[in-house]
């Protein structure tokens, strides 16, 4: 079974710059993450989706930030203007459902790095 | 305050050995998940194991195994006879009931940890 996936691996842009990151959960996983990891920190949920709709974006910096999911599957997230304290790794998890059993499966992360 | 912490940020062990990392939470709620991730150099978030909060006895997944005191709000990981495979950041996190809101993980900072040959 293929894992979550995501892409670029690395960025580097400018601040003021604008980025995306793409990804594509597992098969069948209706439940899609979007996490920040800085540096030296566990990371921390920026949105989630479930199918195409909005769980929760409490933490997702709206002013910059913004967050896809088309016909429930692929997402993307985008930043812009990006901001220094923005460096980071973007991580993206899926899970099959809502329960609290449920086990959250992650990418191999974006690392974006802002000058 | 903290919802989870993990009070060593570094742990060394001797290959072979047996190496337990503390992960102690906090939460009102009565239903919870906590869960243990690895996360190498290459940056992934590999799950190890989950421990339901009414989930009597303590979860083993292979090497793994977690240490559940409810009363004492701790879920300590123990893995048995130590790789140097094991090399890794280790995070505990916790998943906090669903009625109707986010379940959304909530990460410790992690414990780094050094298994030496």
């Not at chain 1, 896809?68 to 459902?97: F, H, M, N, W």
Request: net charge positive; hydrophobic share 35%; with cysteine.
């Amino acid at each position: 079974e293929a894992g979550v996936a995501q892409s670029p691996r690395y960025k580097i842009i400018e601040k003021r710059q604008s980025v995306a990151f793409w990804c594509n959960p597992i098969s069948g996983h209706a439940t899609l993450y979007w996490y920040q990891q800085i540096l030296g920190q566990g990371p921390k949920l920026l949105i989630q989706f479930q199918n195409n709709g909005v769980v929760d974006d409490s933490q997702l910096p709206k002013d910059r930030f913004s967050a896809e999911r088309l016909k429930g599957v692929d997402s993307t997230l985008k930043i812009q203007p990006a901001k220094l304290e923005d460096s980071a790794v973007y991580l993206c998890a899926s899970s099959l459902g809502r329960r609290a059993r449920e086990t959250q499966y992650f990418g191999p992360g974006t690392r974006l790095l802002v000058l | 305050a903290q919802k989870i912490t993990q009070t060593q940020p570094g742990m060394f062990v001797q290959e072979k050995e047996a190496v337990t990392l503390d992960c102690t939470y906090d939460t009102s709620d009565q239903s919870y998940g906590l869960f243990w991730y690895k996360q190498p150099s290459s940056g992934e978030m590999i799950f190890l194991i989950y421990q339901g909060s009414y989930d009597e006895q303590n979860a083993t997944e292979g090497r793994y195994s977690l240490n559940f005191q409810k009363a004492r709000k701790s879920a300590n990981l123990v893995i048995s006879a130590s790789q140097l495979g094991d090399s890794a950041m280790y995070f505990c996190a916790m998943r906090e009931g669903t009625q109707g809101g986010s379940e959304k993980l909530v990460f410790g900072k992690g414990t780094k940890l050094t298994v030496n040959p």
